[in-house]
């Protein structure tokens, strides 16, 4: 079943969001070369204990961390710890969440630690993000999942392949074992969002008022495979190819899309887009 919000449930999950995206701006601010990916976990405890919220990944399923840390070839649900540490021309997914009074947000972003990165890299985040936004102009009224899902891939298939460097083995891959979800009160709940079109799972549901998605595309250099690693968490690319992956959370109103962990909700990249975002609830 999905869970339909009222526009106070949504106005509660948007004070979320903006938790999430006051971690996002510190974590990448502090994502420099001689940093720990631990230390990027305090920063994102921090904001949460600055802004009275609580953490939806600490603890979920066991995960011993705050944010997810996840570092060139690691895709998703890297370990923040002492022993990995920033080096110039790493680029880091960083994945984070909060609570507040019982409603969650959910979003992730790729940062470019120093300088000096292969021009491969900058254009696998680039497509990574815009296909992510794709994602979010196709949440319309009277659409289905699988049309969000349509858009990403086409974007991701519609662009030229990178050419082949140290890290690219001259394609994308569409992560296949990971893809977007439902989001209220819990951080994962139906329905799945897949980043690629499938037969087998059919159109979807319809897209209605007070439904909320996490839409975060995952695209690698390489491979659409992963494998976790001994720690049951560390997702990396079986080929060893370096990833991306963006993450936003969105309400979808009767007045359009809302991006609930955007400063903006939005309106900037949307308008890009000729999608004109819900009105902010709080603002």
């Known amino acids: 079943m999905v869970q339909i919000k009222t526009p106070e449930q949504i106005a509660k999950m948007r004070e979320a969001g903006l938790v999430v995206a006051a971690i996002h701006s510190a974590t990448s601010e502090a994502a420099v070369p001689g940093a720990t990916t631990r230390d990027l976990d305090e920063v994102a405890r921090k904001v949460i204990a600055d802004h009275g919220a609580k953490?939806?990944?600490l603890g979920y399923g066991g995960f011993p961390a705050t944010i997810c840390t996840s570092v060139n070839e690691v895709v998703v649900h890297g370990?923040?710890?002492e022993k990995t540490v920033l080096k110039d021309g790493d680029i880091i997914s960083i994945d984070a969440g909060a609570i507040v009074d019982g409603w969650h947000g959910d979003a992730a972003f790729t940062a470019f630690v120093g300088t000096g990165h292969a021009p491969?890299?900058?254009e696998l985040s680039r497509v990574t993000e815009e296909s992510m936004w794709a994602g979010?102009?196709?949440m319309k009224l009277g659409n289905r999942l699988v049309d969000v899902s349509?858009?990403?891939e086409t974007y991701i298939k519609r662009q030229p392949r990178p050419p082949v460097g140290d890290h690219s083995l001259g394609r994308y891959g569409i992560i296949e074992d990971y893809g977007g979800h439902g989001i209220g009160t819990e951080m994962h709940m139906d329905p799945h969002l897949l980043n690629y079109v499938s037969r087998k799972r059919g159109k979807g549901p319809k897209l209605v008022p007070g439904f909320c998605l996490a839409i975060e595309p995952m695209v690698s250099l390489g491979t659409p495979h992963t494998e976790v690693l001994k720690d049951d968490w560390t997702?990396?690319?079986t080929d060893g190819t370096w990833s991306s992956h963006w993450?936003?959370?969105i309400a979808?109103?009767?007045e359009g899309p809302l991006v609930l962990t955007a400063v903006d909700g939005g309106r900037a990249k949307l308008a890009e887009l000729g999608v004109v975002a819900a009105p902010d609830p709080l603002a």
Do not use: C, G, M, R
């Open 55 to 57: 953490s939806n990944f």
């Open 79 to 81: 370990i923040p710890d």
């Open 120 to 122: 491969e890299l900058v």
């Open 136 to 138: 979010i102009a196709a």
């Open 150 to 152: 349509k858009a990403i």
């Open 235 to 237: 997702v990396i690319t």
């Open 247 to 249: 993450e936003h959370s």
């Open 252 to 254: 979808l109103t009767e």
